[in-house]
């Protein structure tokens, strides 16, 4: 955090109009741009959010509970489409990919049909399946790993868990899966408990 390059790679005024056009020039699309500045400059873990909504207006980010659609159609998926594509693809050129992992996910699902509570076109939150993307750092590019009912209500086949996640992400990065820290009181933790490396993406 202290560190003279990292401070330097939140200027994005350091990149050409070309680049910065390239990424897209949404909230995102520049997020995405700065964090590829982040992990150059030697940050070793970086977020980035969407788009956050504004005055309780939750058709603007990925948290909408109304209008999907519309919002899918318009909104969300151009804009995660304009943006990621060109992230990627300039982490590939830098040679930056191969060490670098990247995880595109939410925290948890949506319902798999429409809600009849006024508004015919919600949906509230589902934990039991949900899409996430992982590329980088030796995960296979382009593999598909699991598969949803043709509702994408529940896992057909492959389930994935949370813990399974994590212990992936633990494993890229050459951390121990089965390590233990200690807990609030003292006692060792699992830091992805349950969870198993999902070698077949590697």
């Known amino acids: 955090i202290n560190s003279p390059d990292v401070a330097q790679a939140f200027d994005l005024q350091q990149e050409s109009e070309e ?25 070793r873990y970086v977020t980035v959010g969407w788009d956050m909504a504004v005055r309780g207006d939750d058709t603007t ?51 798999p049909k429409f809600l009849n509570r006024g508004n015919a076109d919600g949906r509230d939150h589902w934990s039991y399946c949900f899409p996430a993307l992982m590329t980088g750092a030796g995960i296979q590019q382009g593999a598909i790993y699991g598969e949803s009912d043709e509702h994408a209500a529940y896992p057909l086949s492959d389930a994935v868990s949370p813990a399974d996640i ?31 490396v999902l070698e077949r993406l590697i």
């Open 61 to 111: 980010s990925w948290d909408s509970h109304r209008d999907l659609t519309k919002i899918n159609r318009d909104h969300l998926l151009p804009g995660l489409d304009r943006s990621l594509p060109p992230f990627l693809l300039d982490l590939e050129e830098r040679g930056m990919l191969d060490d670098t992992l990247v995880l595109v996910c939410g925290e948890i699902g949506r319902t």
């Open 19 to 43: 680049m910065r056009d390239r990424y897209g020039r949404s909230l995102f699309g520049q997020s995405l741009l700065m964090s590829r500045r982040l992990v150059e400059a030697g940050a």
């Open 166 to 196: 994590a212990a992936t992400i633990y494993d890229r990065l050459g951390i121990d899966p089965e390590t233990r820290i200690p807990g609030p009181q003292g006692r060792p933790v699992p830091i992805a408990e349950g969870g198993k």
